[in-house]
């Protein structure tokens, strides 16, 4: 069982996960909050490739053995985690059917994130993709107000910070969003959403898809109740 090896911790804002380069040294299981994978360029640049939270896992690739991670996690969004050391977690993926299988379903979850959101940065104005991930996350905490700055926001969609202040003049003018100095979003969903690609729409729909036609709750489900976080 997982639960004597599971700690349970805080997911403090900007807290890193694990860095790219780096060992693995832990598995996360999110109970609250959202982490953003942010894949560093040679030239200093960033962009975030996906959002995990409630429903996913970090560190998930430790499973095939010691390696390196290959992107940056970043905690975004505070919250509640459990965390396992990973030469732990890789023991329990190889004794146990059930923990293999959820981490085949959250590998496939992960390619549609990893794939869409390629073809939503090839296809899509940045003004969408910002929408997007603010809307992506909303959907992992419980009120209205995104504690982001524009300098996060220029890291995870690869733009100056300059851009992003354009772009949020122009959700504030539509109603989209409120800002204010302190790095507080306040937004309003439907206006947001409005101004968002279809891209946060279909990866919702997918998701549901993938853990219905599967049958299974979202990776977390793996960690016992008696490891979890009230």
Do not use: Y
């Not at 970090?58 to 970043?74: C, E, K, N, Q, R």
């Amino acid at each position: 069982m997982l639960a004597p090896e599971l700690q349970s911790v805080a997911l403090d804002q900007d807290a890193v996960l694990s860095r790219a380069d780096h060992q693995i040294e832990s598995v996360f299981f999110p109970h609250s909050g959202a982490i953003s994978l942010m894949i560093d360029m040679l030239d200093g640049q960033t962009v975030a490739t996906a959002i995990v939270g409630h429903e996913g896992a970090v560190g998930i690739p430790s499973v095939l053995g010691p390696s390196p991670s290959g992107i940056t996690a970043v905690v975004r969004a505070a919250g509640t985690a459990s965390r396992i050391p990973a030469s732990r977690f890789h023991a329990a993926f190889n004794r146990s059917p059930a923990i293999r299988h959820a981490v085949q379903i959250h590998v496939r979850t992960m390619l549609m994130k990893f794939q869409l959101g390629a073809a939503c940065n090839a296809l899509h104005p940045v003004k969408a993709r910002m929408a997007r991930w603010l809307l992506h996350f909303r959907d992992r905490i419980d009120h209205d107000v995104l504690a982001l700055t524009q300098e996060a926001l220029s890291q995870m969609l690869g733009v100056r910070r300059t851009t992003v202040t354009l772009l949020m003049r122009d959700l504030r003018a539509s109603g989209a969003i409120k800002s204010d100095r302190r790095g507080q979003i306040e937004i309003d969903r439907s206006r947001l959403a409005a101004a968002a690609c279809e891209c946060h729409g279909a990866m919702r729909l997918e998701l549901e898809k993938i853990f219905a036609m599967n049958a299974i709750q979202p990776i977390a489900s793996v960690v016992p109740d008696e490891g979890r976080i009230p």
